[in-house]
């Protein structure tokens, strides 16, 4: 075989390739998004996750604030799965 004509074979066999692929690509149905059944609920605004904010934005000062003391004991008890410990009451036996 000739070169010339092996290279016209090599570029109709390119081009016929293309055509496929291209008509392929284009026969192809795009599946639209799923639509979701259950509305996504918003979560109401928690005031222990605020006050955690708050105390984070404090710093170093958040340390020595008794609220954010009771705060930071409240969200543990929530992560343990405890419930939040009640002050016994001091009795006045011993006086």
């Given at each position: ?34 639509v ?27 340390i ?32």
């Open positions: 075989m000739d070169g010339k004509i092996l290279a016209r074979l090599g570029a109709i066999i390119f081009v016929a390739i293309a055509i496929t692929a291209t008509v392929i690509e284009l026969a192809r149905k795009e599946e639209p998004a799923p979701r059944s259950i509305p996504v609920l918003q979560p109401r605004s928690d005031p222990l996750r605020q006050s955690l904010r708050r105390c984070q934005q404090m710093g170093e000062a958040a020595s604030d008794p609220e954010c003391l009771a705060t930071w004991a409240k969200s543990r008890d929530r992560f343990l799965g405890r419930t939040p410990v009640t002050e016994a009451p001091q009795s006045n036996e011993g006086r």
